[in-house]
Nanobody, 124 residues
Framework: EVQLVESGGGSVQAGGSLRLSCAASGYTYSSYCIGWFRQAPGKEREGVAAIFTGGGSTYYADSVKDRFTISQDNAKNTLYLQMNSLKPEDTAMYYC?????????????????WGQGTQVTVSS
């Protein structure tokens, strides 16, 4: 059974940084797409960043490019999201998701496995 457990959320002032972690288990880590989504109250779920665990290729939403960095530690089966220059509009519940890599990044992840989420709150 695939399990994804997020951690690292919290409250920070605008301009600050946070690093989210996602501990993954239950699948062949080296052949998946794994990434982050977020959902703010009253808004649709939004893909943030994703990585192909087999080759390290990454994909980012325009809203977070140059501020967020996705990375992986294959030895620990752990995904990270380093978030810098945080803005109040980054406030959301952040979810880790994983799915077999099909080349469609966020579309692949929407059909995959999900964690329970970790809250990120950015105050102005």
């Amino acid at each position: 059974e695939v399990q994804l457990v997020e951690s690292g959320g919290g409250s920070v002032q605008a301009g600050g940084s946070l690093r989210l972690s996602c501990a993954a288990s239950g699948y062949t880590y080296s052949s998946y797409c794994i990434g982050w989504f977020r959902q703010a109250p009253g808004k649709e779920r939004e893909g943030v960043a994703a990585i192909f665990t087999g080759g390290g290729s990454t994909y980012y939403a325009d809203s977070v490019k140059d501020r967020f960095t996705i990375s992986q530690d294959n030895a620990k089966n752990t995904l990270y999201l380093q978030m810098n220059s945080l803005k109040p509009e980054d406030t959301a519940m952040y979810y880790c998701a994983a799915a077999p890599y099909g080349g469609s990044w966020f579309a692949d992840l929407l059909l995959g496995y999900w964690g329970q989420g970790t809250q990120v709150t950015v105050s102005s």
